[in-house]
Protein backbone atom coordinates (compact mmCIF):
# COMPACT_ATOMS: atom_id res chain seq x y z
CA UNK A 1 0.00 0.00 0.00
CA UNK A 2 2.72 2.75 0.47
CA UNK A 3 3.67 4.89 -2.20
CA UNK A 4 7.78 4.94 -3.03
CA UNK A 5 8.98 6.17 0.12
CA UNK A 6 12.01 8.42 0.15
CA UNK A 7 11.01 10.02 -3.29
CA UNK A 8 10.12 14.00 -3.28
CA UNK A 9 6.34 13.50 -3.06
CA UNK A 10 6.49 11.45 0.18
CA UNK A 11 8.88 13.86 1.69
CA UNK A 12 6.56 16.72 0.62
CA UNK A 13 4.11 15.10 2.22
CA UNK A 14 5.45 14.28 5.46
CA UNK A 15 6.55 17.64 5.97
CA UNK A 16 3.29 19.38 5.14
CA UNK A 17 2.15 16.67 8.01
CA UNK A 18 3.91 17.97 10.33
CA UNK A 19 2.97 21.38 9.65
CA UNK A 20 -0.36 20.48 9.72
CA UNK A 21 0.10 18.62 13.26
CA UNK A 22 2.27 21.56 14.33
CA UNK A 23 -0.99 23.83 13.21
CA UNK A 24 -3.29 21.41 15.37
CA UNK A 25 -1.08 21.47 18.77
CA UNK A 26 -1.13 24.96 18.65
CA UNK A 27 -4.32 25.21 18.10
CA UNK A 28 -5.12 22.77 20.98
CA UNK A 29 -2.86 24.72 23.20
CA UNK A 30 -3.93 27.81 24.89
CA UNK A 31 -0.67 28.17 26.88
CA UNK A 32 0.93 28.89 23.25
CA UNK A 33 -1.18 32.08 22.91
CA UNK A 34 1.59 33.63 25.43
CA UNK A 35 4.62 33.25 23.38
CA UNK A 36 3.25 34.21 19.98
CA UNK A 37 0.52 36.89 20.68
CA UNK A 38 1.41 38.53 24.68
CA UNK A 39 5.11 38.81 24.44
CA UNK A 40 5.36 40.58 21.08
CA UNK A 41 3.48 43.28 22.66
CA UNK A 42 5.23 43.25 25.52
CA UNK A 43 8.73 43.13 24.01
CA UNK A 44 7.22 45.78 21.53
CA UNK A 45 6.47 48.20 24.33
CA UNK A 46 9.94 47.74 25.74
CA UNK A 47 11.69 48.16 22.65
CA UNK A 48 9.97 51.26 21.97
CA UNK A 49 11.35 52.74 25.21
CA UNK A 50 14.47 51.26 24.55
CA UNK A 51 15.41 52.77 21.61
CA UNK A 52 13.22 56.14 22.10
CA UNK A 53 14.68 59.27 21.25
CA UNK A 54 18.10 57.41 19.61
CA UNK A 55 17.84 59.30 16.30
CA UNK A 56 15.77 59.54 13.42
CA UNK A 57 15.56 55.78 12.70
CA UNK A 58 14.85 54.75 16.18
CA UNK A 59 11.57 53.02 15.54
CA UNK A 60 13.14 50.98 13.00
CA UNK A 61 15.69 49.93 15.77
CA UNK A 62 12.93 49.42 18.16
CA UNK A 63 10.88 47.15 15.27
CA UNK A 64 13.83 45.00 14.66
CA UNK A 65 14.76 44.81 18.00
CA UNK A 66 11.39 43.48 19.36
CA UNK A 67 10.64 41.90 16.29
CA UNK A 68 13.71 40.06 16.32
CA UNK A 69 13.44 38.36 19.91
CA UNK A 70 9.95 37.67 19.25
CA UNK A 71 10.65 35.69 16.25
CA UNK A 72 13.72 34.59 17.54
CA UNK A 73 11.68 32.61 20.32
CA UNK A 74 9.20 31.31 18.17
CA UNK A 75 11.40 30.28 14.72
CA UNK A 76 14.98 29.02 16.41
CA UNK A 77 13.26 28.25 20.46
CA UNK A 78 10.65 26.73 18.82
CA UNK A 79 11.75 24.64 16.36
CA UNK A 80 13.88 22.40 18.91
CA UNK A 81 11.20 22.48 21.64
CA UNK A 82 9.18 20.91 18.94
CA UNK A 83 11.35 17.76 19.06
CA UNK A 84 11.68 18.24 22.45
CA UNK A 85 8.19 18.08 22.82
CA UNK A 86 8.37 14.68 21.01
CA UNK A 87 10.61 13.30 23.19
CA UNK A 88 8.54 14.31 26.32
CA UNK A 89 4.95 12.82 24.43
CA UNK A 90 6.88 9.41 23.54
CA UNK A 91 6.27 10.35 20.15
CA UNK A 92 9.95 10.22 18.79
CA UNK A 93 10.44 6.58 18.63
CA UNK A 94 7.49 6.30 16.28
CA UNK A 95 8.07 8.86 14.45
CA UNK A 96 11.22 7.82 13.86
CA UNK A 97 10.73 4.34 13.44
CA UNK A 98 8.05 5.78 10.44
CA UNK A 99 9.70 5.89 6.92
CA UNK A 100 10.28 9.11 6.33
CA UNK A 101 13.71 10.70 7.46
CA UNK A 102 13.20 12.62 10.58
CA UNK A 103 14.83 16.00 9.06
CA UNK A 104 11.61 16.20 6.96
CA UNK A 105 9.20 16.27 10.15
CA UNK A 106 11.19 18.76 11.54
CA UNK A 107 11.05 21.15 8.24
CA UNK A 108 7.49 20.50 8.56
CA UNK A 109 7.54 22.09 12.30
CA UNK A 110 10.24 24.75 11.58
CA UNK A 111 7.50 25.57 8.70
CA UNK A 112 5.06 26.56 11.03
CA UNK A 113 7.48 28.50 13.70
CA UNK A 114 8.65 30.15 10.57
CA UNK A 115 4.63 31.37 10.36
CA UNK A 116 3.95 31.90 13.51
CA UNK A 117 7.52 34.06 14.43
CA UNK A 118 6.01 35.73 11.01
CA UNK A 119 2.94 36.76 13.05
CA UNK A 120 4.68 37.52 16.46
CA UNK A 121 6.46 39.94 13.95
CA UNK A 122 3.61 41.48 12.46
CA UNK A 123 2.23 41.96 15.82
CA UNK A 124 5.67 44.26 17.04
CA UNK A 125 5.04 45.80 14.15
CA UNK A 126 1.21 46.70 14.90
CA UNK A 127 2.55 47.98 18.53
CA UNK A 128 5.38 50.42 18.00
CA UNK A 129 3.22 52.50 15.16
CA UNK A 130 0.17 52.07 17.53
CA UNK A 131 2.18 53.58 20.57
CA UNK A 132 4.38 55.89 18.15
CA UNK A 133 1.35 57.38 16.74
CA UNK A 134 2.81 56.38 12.84
CA UNK A 135 4.64 53.63 11.01
CA UNK A 136 8.35 54.43 10.68
CA UNK A 137 10.22 55.63 7.47
CA UNK A 138 11.13 53.25 5.59
CA UNK A 139 13.23 53.98 2.54
CA UNK A 140 12.43 50.92 0.57
CA UNK A 141 9.01 49.09 1.99
CA UNK A 142 9.07 46.06 -0.20
CA UNK A 143 12.51 45.55 0.17
CA UNK A 144 12.69 45.70 4.10
CA UNK A 145 9.48 42.78 3.80
CA UNK A 146 11.79 40.72 1.00
CA UNK A 147 14.22 41.02 3.85
CA UNK A 148 12.59 40.50 6.85
CA UNK A 149 11.27 36.82 5.46
CA UNK A 150 15.16 36.16 4.32
CA UNK A 151 16.41 36.59 8.21
CA UNK A 152 13.37 34.21 9.04
CA UNK A 153 15.00 31.71 6.38
CA UNK A 154 17.99 31.99 8.58
CA UNK A 155 16.88 31.44 11.85
CA UNK A 156 15.18 28.76 10.26
CA UNK A 157 17.99 26.92 8.84
CA UNK A 158 19.52 27.12 12.40
CA UNK A 159 16.47 26.05 13.96
CA UNK A 160 16.74 23.12 11.79
CA UNK A 161 20.26 21.86 13.07
CA UNK A 162 19.15 23.22 16.78
CA UNK A 163 16.05 20.47 16.52
CA UNK A 164 19.01 17.88 15.94
CA UNK A 165 20.70 18.41 19.19
CA UNK A 166 17.17 17.66 20.59
CA UNK A 167 16.83 14.05 18.81
CA UNK A 168 20.40 13.65 19.94
CA UNK A 169 20.35 14.35 24.19
CA UNK A 170 17.16 15.01 26.42
CA UNK A 171 19.34 17.88 27.74
CA UNK A 172 19.32 19.98 24.44
CA UNK A 173 16.17 22.20 26.25
CA UNK A 174 19.07 22.63 28.91
CA UNK A 175 21.74 23.47 26.47
CA UNK A 176 19.64 26.05 24.65
CA UNK A 177 18.95 27.85 27.60
CA UNK A 178 21.85 28.31 28.84
CA UNK A 179 22.47 29.70 25.29
CA UNK A 180 19.96 31.94 24.36
CA UNK A 181 21.15 35.11 25.43
CA UNK A 182 24.31 34.49 24.06
CA UNK A 183 23.22 33.81 20.54
CA UNK A 184 20.10 36.44 20.92
CA UNK A 185 23.16 38.93 21.40
CA UNK A 186 25.67 37.05 19.27
CA UNK A 187 23.59 37.28 16.43
CA UNK A 188 22.33 41.04 16.59
CA UNK A 189 18.91 40.47 17.24
CA UNK A 190 18.57 43.22 19.64
CA UNK A 191 21.18 45.46 18.21
CA UNK A 192 23.74 45.61 15.82
CA UNK A 193 27.29 43.45 16.26
CA UNK A 194 29.56 45.80 15.40
CA UNK A 195 28.90 47.19 18.97
CA UNK A 196 30.47 43.83 20.65
CA UNK A 197 33.93 43.19 21.58
CA UNK A 198 35.68 42.71 17.92
CA UNK A 199 36.99 39.05 19.26
CA UNK A 200 33.20 37.68 19.32
CA UNK A 201 32.29 39.00 15.80
CA UNK A 202 34.33 35.57 14.28
CA UNK A 203 31.68 33.64 16.32
CA UNK A 204 29.09 35.38 15.64
CA UNK A 205 29.68 35.00 12.18
CA UNK A 206 29.62 31.34 12.23
CA UNK A 207 25.79 31.81 12.15
CA UNK A 208 23.67 32.66 9.40
CA UNK A 209 21.19 35.39 11.29
CA UNK A 210 24.18 37.50 12.09
CA UNK A 211 24.68 38.04 7.95
CA UNK A 212 20.84 38.34 7.49
CA UNK A 213 20.36 40.95 10.08
CA UNK A 214 23.19 43.32 9.58
CA UNK A 215 22.36 43.36 5.80
CA UNK A 216 18.71 44.32 6.89
CA UNK A 217 19.78 46.88 8.79
CA UNK A 218 22.46 48.34 5.96
CA UNK A 219 18.24 48.02 3.94
CA UNK A 220 16.46 49.41 6.30
CA UNK A 221 18.74 52.50 7.65
CA UNK A 222 19.74 54.90 6.00
CA UNK A 223 23.62 55.87 7.43
CA UNK A 224 23.69 52.50 9.52
CA UNK A 225 27.15 51.61 10.68
CA UNK A 226 27.36 47.67 10.28
CA UNK A 227 30.07 45.73 8.79
CA UNK A 228 32.26 47.33 7.01
CA UNK A 229 32.10 45.08 4.26
CA UNK A 230 28.68 46.53 3.28
CA UNK A 231 24.92 45.18 2.28
CA UNK A 232 26.08 42.68 -0.87
CA UNK A 233 28.78 40.76 1.21
CA UNK A 234 26.28 40.56 3.82
CA UNK A 235 23.78 39.10 1.72
CA UNK A 236 26.58 36.52 0.11
CA UNK A 237 27.79 35.73 3.91
CA UNK A 238 23.46 34.96 4.76
CA UNK A 239 23.26 32.77 1.38
CA UNK A 240 26.21 30.73 2.07
CA UNK A 241 25.98 29.79 5.48
CA UNK A 242 22.03 29.55 5.12
CA UNK A 243 22.92 26.53 2.29
CA UNK A 244 26.02 25.05 4.70
CA UNK A 245 23.75 24.92 7.67
CA UNK A 246 21.04 22.97 5.65
CA UNK A 247 23.16 21.37 3.34
CA UNK A 248 25.07 20.39 6.81
CA UNK A 249 21.51 19.31 8.13
CA UNK A 250 20.82 16.26 6.24
CA UNK A 251 23.67 14.48 7.18
CA UNK A 252 23.47 15.70 10.63
CA UNK A 253 20.18 14.06 11.31
CA UNK A 254 21.59 11.17 10.02
CA UNK A 255 24.71 10.77 12.06
CA UNK A 256 22.75 12.05 15.45
CA UNK A 257 19.53 9.02 14.70
CA UNK A 258 22.50 6.48 14.25
CA UNK A 259 23.91 7.54 17.14
CA UNK A 260 20.94 7.52 19.68
CA UNK A 261 20.34 4.31 17.78
CA UNK A 262 23.66 3.05 19.14
CA UNK A 263 23.33 4.89 22.32
CA UNK A 264 19.65 3.71 22.92
CA UNK A 265 18.66 7.08 24.32
CA UNK A 266 15.71 7.82 22.07
CA UNK A 267 13.00 6.94 24.92
CA UNK A 268 14.92 8.68 27.55
CA UNK A 269 13.05 12.19 28.92
CA UNK B 1 17.73 -17.78 -5.22
CA UNK B 2 17.17 -14.28 -4.46
CA UNK B 3 15.71 -13.80 -1.23
CA UNK B 4 12.13 -11.19 -1.72
CA UNK B 5 10.59 -10.60 1.27
CA UNK B 6 8.24 -13.84 0.71
CA UNK B 7 10.81 -16.38 1.52
CA UNK B 8 12.59 -17.47 4.57
CA UNK B 9 11.58 -17.20 7.66
CA UNK B 10 10.32 -13.44 9.61
CA UNK B 11 12.87 -13.08 11.97
CA UNK B 12 16.51 -14.31 12.13
CA UNK B 13 18.58 -13.21 14.89
CA UNK B 14 22.43 -14.54 15.49
CA UNK B 15 24.21 -13.61 18.78
CA UNK B 16 22.19 -10.66 19.43
CA UNK B 17 24.00 -9.07 22.67
CA UNK B 18 22.95 -5.43 23.35
CA UNK B 19 25.00 -3.54 26.34
CA UNK B 20 23.85 0.33 27.63
CA UNK B 21 26.03 2.20 29.13
CA UNK B 22 24.90 4.54 31.07
CA UNK B 23 27.35 7.49 32.98
CA UNK B 24 26.45 8.90 36.51
CA UNK B 25 28.52 12.45 38.25
CA UNK B 26 30.11 15.64 36.90
CA UNK B 27 33.88 15.58 37.99
CA UNK B 28 33.84 12.01 38.44
CA UNK B 29 31.94 10.05 35.71
CA UNK B 30 31.38 7.12 36.41
CA UNK B 31 30.05 4.75 33.67
CA UNK B 32 27.92 1.27 34.38
CA UNK B 33 27.64 -1.45 32.11
CA UNK B 34 24.40 -3.59 31.75
CA UNK B 35 24.39 -6.16 29.41
CA UNK B 36 20.56 -6.27 28.08
CA UNK B 37 20.95 -9.23 25.58
CA UNK B 38 23.61 -11.55 25.88
CA UNK B 39 23.79 -13.95 22.32
CA UNK B 40 20.27 -14.18 21.14
CA UNK B 41 19.78 -16.52 18.73
CA UNK B 42 15.88 -16.98 17.11
CA UNK B 43 14.30 -18.02 14.71
CA UNK B 44 10.48 -16.82 14.22
CA UNK B 45 8.56 -18.58 11.02
CA UNK B 46 5.96 -16.45 9.01
CA UNK B 47 2.48 -16.03 9.48
CA UNK B 48 1.93 -16.69 12.87
CA UNK B 49 2.83 -15.10 16.29
CA UNK B 50 5.56 -15.90 18.25
CA UNK B 51 5.76 -15.34 21.83
CA UNK B 52 8.65 -13.67 24.19
CA UNK B 53 7.82 -14.35 27.69
CA UNK B 54 10.42 -13.10 30.45
CA UNK B 55 10.24 -11.39 33.92
CA UNK B 56 10.98 -7.50 33.57
CA UNK B 57 14.37 -6.69 33.16
CA UNK B 58 15.15 -9.87 30.84
CA UNK B 59 15.71 -8.00 27.66
CA UNK B 60 12.23 -8.77 25.70
CA UNK B 61 11.76 -4.43 25.02
CA UNK B 62 15.37 -4.54 24.12
CA UNK B 63 15.07 -7.29 21.27
CA UNK B 64 11.47 -5.73 20.02
CA UNK B 65 13.20 -2.15 19.65
CA UNK B 66 15.75 -3.83 17.99
CA UNK B 67 13.84 -6.24 15.44
CA UNK B 68 11.83 -3.01 15.00
CA UNK B 69 14.91 -0.58 14.16
CA UNK B 70 15.04 1.36 16.92
CA UNK B 71 18.04 0.36 18.42
CA UNK B 72 21.33 -1.27 17.20
CA UNK B 73 23.10 -4.34 18.27
CA UNK B 74 26.43 -4.35 20.29
CA UNK B 75 27.02 -7.55 18.33
CA UNK B 76 25.15 -10.51 16.21
CA UNK B 77 22.72 -9.68 13.34
CA UNK B 78 19.06 -9.54 12.58
CA UNK B 79 17.59 -10.38 10.03
CA UNK B 80 13.51 -9.57 9.52
CA UNK B 81 11.79 -9.83 6.26
CA UNK B 82 14.78 -11.64 5.04
CA UNK B 83 16.75 -8.25 4.97
CA UNK B 84 19.35 -6.46 8.25
CA UNK B 85 17.76 -4.37 10.63
CA UNK B 86 21.12 -2.72 10.93
CA UNK B 87 21.68 -1.53 7.43
CA UNK B 88 18.19 -1.72 5.36
CA UNK B 89 16.02 0.29 7.63
CA UNK B 90 15.00 1.87 4.93
CA UNK B 91 13.33 -1.10 3.62
CA UNK B 92 12.24 -2.56 6.27
CA UNK B 93 10.39 0.14 7.82
CA UNK B 94 7.38 0.52 5.60
CA UNK B 95 6.76 -3.22 5.94
CA UNK B 96 6.62 -3.30 9.90
CA UNK B 97 4.39 -2.16 12.26
CA UNK B 98 5.52 -1.38 15.99
CA UNK B 99 3.04 -0.95 19.03
CA UNK B 100 5.14 0.23 22.36
CA UNK B 101 1.87 0.78 23.68
CA UNK B 102 1.05 2.24 27.38
CA UNK B 103 0.10 6.17 28.14
CA UNK B 104 2.88 7.93 25.95
CA UNK B 105 3.76 7.32 22.24
CA UNK B 106 0.39 9.63 20.77
CA UNK B 107 -0.24 13.10 20.50
CA UNK B 108 -2.79 13.38 23.25
CA UNK B 109 -4.00 17.14 22.86
CA UNK B 110 -5.85 16.26 19.42
CA UNK B 111 -7.84 13.66 18.30
CA UNK B 112 -7.64 10.04 17.10
CA UNK B 113 -8.47 10.62 14.10
CA UNK B 114 -5.93 13.60 13.25
CA UNK B 115 -2.90 11.19 15.17
CA UNK B 116 -3.49 8.59 12.83
CA UNK B 117 -3.98 11.06 9.80
CA UNK B 118 -0.27 12.36 10.37
CA UNK B 119 1.08 8.82 10.58
CA UNK B 120 -0.64 7.65 7.71
CA UNK B 121 1.52 10.60 6.07
CA UNK B 122 4.93 9.83 7.17
CA UNK B 123 4.08 5.91 6.11
CA UNK B 124 3.08 7.31 2.80
CA UNK B 125 -0.30 5.52 2.47
CA UNK B 126 -1.72 6.78 -0.90
CA UNK B 127 -3.82 10.39 -0.34
CA UNK B 128 -7.11 8.33 -2.15
CA UNK B 129 -7.21 5.96 0.46
CA UNK B 130 -5.83 7.49 3.55
CA UNK B 131 -9.36 8.61 5.06
CA UNK B 132 -11.40 5.30 4.30
CA UNK B 133 -8.03 3.48 5.59
CA UNK B 134 -8.11 5.16 8.85
CA UNK B 135 -11.82 4.70 8.91
CA UNK B 136 -11.08 1.06 8.35
CA UNK B 137 -8.67 0.66 11.64
CA UNK B 138 -10.45 2.79 13.67
CA UNK B 139 -13.55 0.62 12.66
CA UNK B 140 -11.69 -2.91 13.88
CA UNK B 141 -10.04 -1.21 16.74
CA UNK B 142 -13.80 -0.61 17.76
CA UNK B 143 -12.80 3.14 18.02
CA UNK B 144 -14.59 4.45 15.36
CA UNK B 145 -17.60 6.46 17.74
CA UNK B 146 -14.10 8.30 19.60
CA UNK B 147 -12.02 8.84 16.51
CA UNK B 148 -12.85 13.08 16.81
CA UNK B 149 -12.29 13.06 20.37
CA UNK B 150 -8.82 14.24 21.97
CA UNK B 151 -7.17 11.58 23.02
CA UNK B 152 -6.16 12.45 26.51
CA UNK B 153 -9.86 12.23 27.07
CA UNK B 154 -9.47 8.52 25.84
CA UNK B 155 -9.43 5.40 28.78
CA UNK B 156 -6.40 3.29 28.84
CA UNK B 157 -8.28 0.76 27.18
CA UNK B 158 -9.04 3.45 23.92
CA UNK B 159 -5.51 4.62 23.93
CA UNK B 160 -3.79 1.14 23.82
CA UNK B 161 -6.75 0.17 20.78
CA UNK B 162 -5.13 3.80 18.90
CA UNK B 163 -1.68 2.32 19.32
CA UNK B 164 -3.03 -0.87 17.43
CA UNK B 165 -4.56 1.33 14.83
CA UNK B 166 -1.48 3.39 13.98
CA UNK B 167 0.47 -0.45 14.11
CA UNK B 168 -1.64 -1.96 11.46
CA UNK B 169 -2.85 1.56 8.86
CA UNK B 170 0.15 0.80 6.45
CA UNK B 171 -0.86 -2.81 6.76
CA UNK B 172 2.54 -3.88 7.94
CA UNK B 173 3.95 -7.71 6.68
CA UNK B 174 5.21 -7.77 10.14
CA UNK B 175 4.21 -6.58 13.73
CA UNK B 176 5.49 -6.12 17.08
CA UNK B 177 3.42 -6.00 20.12
CA UNK B 178 5.08 -5.11 23.49
CA UNK B 179 2.98 -6.22 26.44
CA UNK B 180 -0.43 -5.50 24.01
CA UNK B 181 -2.59 -5.93 27.11
CA UNK B 182 -0.74 -4.39 29.99
CA UNK B 183 -3.00 -2.48 32.52
CA UNK B 184 -5.94 -2.99 29.96
CA UNK B 185 -9.52 -4.36 31.59
CA UNK B 186 -10.51 -8.05 30.93
CA UNK B 187 -13.22 -7.37 28.25
CA UNK B 188 -10.41 -4.73 26.26
CA UNK B 189 -8.10 -7.51 26.83
CA UNK B 190 -10.09 -9.58 25.14
CA UNK B 191 -10.72 -7.76 22.54
CA UNK B 192 -7.23 -7.19 21.96
CA UNK B 193 -6.35 -10.46 21.38
CA UNK B 194 -9.36 -11.31 19.24
CA UNK B 195 -8.03 -8.31 17.09
CA UNK B 196 -4.38 -10.24 16.97
CA UNK B 197 -5.75 -13.37 16.17
CA UNK B 198 -7.57 -11.75 13.07
CA UNK B 199 -4.49 -10.04 12.10
CA UNK B 200 -2.61 -13.46 11.92
CA UNK B 201 -5.48 -14.67 9.64
CA UNK B 202 -4.98 -11.65 7.00
CA UNK B 203 -1.26 -13.10 7.02
CA UNK B 204 0.51 -10.61 9.51
CA UNK B 205 3.39 -12.26 11.43
CA UNK B 206 3.14 -11.02 14.70
CA UNK B 207 6.16 -10.97 17.40
CA UNK B 208 4.43 -10.76 20.84
CA UNK B 209 6.14 -10.10 24.16
CA UNK B 210 4.11 -10.23 27.03
CA UNK B 211 4.03 -11.07 31.19
CA UNK B 212 0.98 -13.04 30.95
CA UNK B 213 0.99 -16.74 30.53
CA UNK B 214 -2.18 -17.56 30.07
CA UNK B 215 -2.41 -15.00 26.80
CA UNK B 216 0.69 -16.64 25.57
CA UNK B 217 -0.32 -20.28 26.00
CA UNK B 218 -3.99 -18.83 24.05
CA UNK B 219 -2.11 -16.56 21.19
CA UNK B 220 1.12 -18.18 20.54
CA UNK B 221 2.02 -21.74 18.54
CA UNK B 222 5.82 -20.96 19.11
CA UNK B 223 7.40 -18.99 22.01
CA UNK B 224 10.48 -18.64 23.58
CA UNK B 225 11.34 -17.21 27.27
CA UNK B 226 14.03 -14.31 27.38
CA UNK B 227 15.79 -14.29 31.26
CA UNK B 228 18.84 -12.20 31.72
CA UNK B 229 19.56 -11.32 28.41
CA UNK B 230 19.30 -14.90 27.05
CA UNK B 231 16.83 -17.71 25.30
CA UNK B 232 16.48 -20.42 27.79
CA UNK B 233 13.76 -22.06 25.97
CA UNK B 234 11.69 -22.06 22.65
CA UNK B 235 9.75 -24.10 21.35
CA UNK B 236 5.39 -25.01 21.07
CA UNK B 237 3.85 -24.91 24.67
CA UNK B 238 3.41 -28.81 24.43
CA UNK B 239 7.43 -29.16 24.12
CA UNK B 240 8.11 -26.70 26.60
CA UNK B 241 6.14 -29.00 29.05
CA UNK B 242 7.87 -31.54 27.74
CA UNK B 243 11.16 -29.68 28.37
CA UNK B 244 10.55 -29.24 32.17
CA UNK B 245 9.99 -32.62 32.89
CA UNK B 246 6.28 -33.34 32.43
CA UNK B 247 2.93 -32.23 31.43
CA UNK B 248 1.32 -33.43 34.79
CA UNK B 249 2.05 -31.30 37.77
CA UNK B 250 1.20 -32.23 41.40
CA UNK B 251 0.91 -29.66 44.20
CA UNK B 252 1.13 -30.72 48.00
CA UNK B 253 0.81 -28.32 50.84
CA UNK B 254 1.15 -28.94 54.29
CA UNK B 255 2.58 -27.14 57.83
CA UNK B 256 6.71 -28.79 56.66
CA UNK B 257 7.93 -31.31 55.10
CA UNK B 258 11.69 -33.26 56.15
CA UNK B 259 14.05 -33.42 53.61
CA UNK B 260 13.46 -37.40 53.85
CA UNK B 261 10.29 -36.81 52.73
CA UNK B 262 11.00 -34.85 49.92
CA UNK B 263 13.82 -36.86 49.00
CA UNK B 264 11.31 -39.54 48.74
CA UNK B 265 8.83 -38.03 46.52
CA UNK B 266 11.72 -37.53 43.63
CA UNK B 267 12.28 -41.44 43.77
CA UNK B 268 8.46 -42.06 42.72
CA UNK B 269 8.43 -43.06 39.25
CA UNK B 270 7.66 -40.41 36.61
CA UNK B 271 8.63 -37.60 39.18
CA UNK B 272 11.31 -35.31 37.31
CA UNK B 273 11.17 -32.31 39.26
CA UNK B 274 10.66 -31.18 43.16
CA UNK B 275 10.68 -27.57 44.08
CA UNK B 276 9.12 -26.46 47.63
CA UNK B 277 8.32 -22.80 48.79
CA UNK B 278 6.76 -21.13 51.63
CA UNK B 279 3.24 -20.76 50.67
CA UNK B 280 1.93 -18.89 53.91
CA UNK B 281 2.39 -20.47 57.09
CA UNK B 282 3.14 -23.84 55.40
CA UNK B 283 5.11 -25.30 52.67
CA UNK B 284 4.27 -25.95 49.12
CA UNK B 285 5.57 -28.62 46.94
CA UNK B 286 5.49 -28.76 43.54
CA UNK B 287 5.86 -32.29 41.83
CA UNK B 288 6.41 -32.57 37.54
CA UNK B 289 5.48 -35.45 36.56
CA UNK B 290 6.52 -37.50 33.43
CA UNK B 291 3.99 -40.51 33.20
CA UNK B 292 0.83 -41.75 34.49
CA UNK B 293 2.61 -44.25 36.85
CA UNK B 294 2.59 -41.59 39.81
CA UNK B 295 -0.94 -40.64 41.16
CA UNK B 296 -1.95 -38.55 44.02
CA UNK B 297 -2.39 -42.06 45.75
CA UNK B 298 1.10 -42.67 45.70
CA UNK B 299 2.18 -39.56 46.60
CA UNK B 300 -0.27 -39.70 49.51
CA UNK B 301 1.56 -43.11 50.31
CA UNK B 302 4.77 -41.54 50.54
CA UNK B 303 4.08 -39.01 53.06
CA UNK B 304 1.73 -41.02 55.94
CA UNK B 305 3.13 -38.31 58.31
CA UNK B 306 0.26 -35.82 56.73
CA UNK B 307 -2.83 -37.16 56.67
CA UNK B 308 -4.82 -33.99 55.83
CA UNK B 309 -2.51 -32.88 53.10
CA UNK B 310 -3.81 -30.78 50.33
CA UNK B 311 -3.20 -32.25 46.99
CA UNK B 312 -3.92 -30.57 43.74
CA UNK B 313 -3.33 -32.89 40.55
CA UNK B 314 -3.09 -30.39 37.11
CA UNK B 315 -2.34 -30.36 33.65
CA UNK B 316 1.33 -28.51 33.41
CA UNK B 317 0.32 -24.73 32.29
CA UNK B 318 2.89 -22.72 30.85
CA UNK B 319 3.50 -20.43 34.10
CA UNK B 320 4.58 -23.46 35.57
CA UNK B 321 7.11 -23.86 32.63
CA UNK B 322 8.46 -20.24 32.81
CA UNK B 323 8.78 -19.97 36.45
CA UNK B 324 10.62 -23.30 36.55
CA UNK B 325 12.99 -22.14 33.10
CA UNK B 326 13.09 -18.79 34.66
CA UNK B 327 14.30 -19.97 38.62
CA UNK B 328 16.74 -22.36 36.69
CA UNK B 329 17.99 -19.85 34.84
CA UNK B 330 19.05 -17.34 37.81
CA UNK B 331 19.88 -20.10 39.95
Given amino acids: ???????????????????????????????????????????????????????????????????????????????????GQDREFGTLEPTIQAPTPYLYVVLGRVLWNVVSGLIGGAIVYLVVVAVAGGPPALPDPAAFVVLFLFVMLTLAAVGVVFAAFYVYTRYAGFIQNIGEFAFYIGTGCMFPVVFLPFWTNPISLIFPPTWALDALRFEAIPGYQGFSWGFWPDIAGAVATTTAYLALAGSFFHRVERHVLEEGTLSDY | MVLTSSDGPAIETHGIRRVFESRKGFLFRERTRTEALRGVDLTVERGAIFGLLGPNGAGKTTLTKILSTLLLPTEGTALVLGHDVRKETAWLRPRMGLVLGGERGLYNRISGRDNLRYFADLFGIPLAERDKRIREVLERVDLAHAADRRVEEFSRGMKQRLHLARGILHRPEILFLDEPTMGLDPKSARETRKLIRSLVADGVTIFLTTHYMFEAEELCPRLAILSEGRVVARDTVDALRTLVGGDRTIEIEDYGFDDYEIEGLRRLPGVSYVVSEEFGPRLRLTLRVRTLETTA?????????????????????????YLQLVTEEAS
Avoid: C, K
Avoid at chain 1, 51 to 79: E, K, P, V
Fill in chain 1, 1 to 83: MSVALGTAYSRRRSTFAALRLSVLLFMADPQWLIPSMIAPVIFGLVSFELFRGYGTYYLTYAILGAGMMSMWGQTLYGSGWAT
Fill in chain 2, 297 to 321: EHVRQALPAHPDLALRDRRTSLEDV
